[in-house]
């Protein structure tokens, strides 16, 4: 087997000398449906989770699921409201809000389904 030399440094923690890793990973912060699928993959999948995380695919694997949770989520509302157009917020707006909140629900669902736990 042929072993790359590397410039690997060491911590003494206790009696063992560990060797110090890091994983390189972009730092853009995850939203809330990338952090909703790392939690379901590192409860329901974890050798999936621990595959992804130890070859560096996990967070590029959360970005795109973040990514594609917020475009269906903008596209569904926008069909949703041309089938069931809200009322008028200036004259009802407590109905508005609760119409606007129904639609938000209906597309979460179906974005935790197809996106999340899938």
Do not use: C, F
């Not at 970005?63 to 200036?90: C, G, H, R, S």
């Not at 407590?94 to 935790?112: D, F, G």
């Amino acid at each position: 087997m042929n072993m790359m030399n590397r410039n690997v440094t060491y911590s003494t923690v206790g009696d063992y000398q560990l060797p110090n890793l890091t994983l390189n990973q972009p730092q853009k912060p995850l939203g809330r449906y990338g952090r909703m699928r790392r939690m379901y993959l590192m409860e329901n999948r974890p050798v999936l989770y621990n595959s992804m995380l130890l070859t560096g695919k996990l967070h590029p694997h959360l970005l795109e699921v973040e990514q594609a949770a917020e475009n269906q989520k903008q596209q569904m509302m926008t069909e949703l409201l041309k089938q069931n157009p809200a009322p008028d917020k200036a004259k009802n707006q407590l109905m508005w809000v609760q119409h606007m909140n129904s639609l938000k629900a209906q597309v979460e669902e179906v974005i935790l389904m197809e996106l999340i736990y899938n």
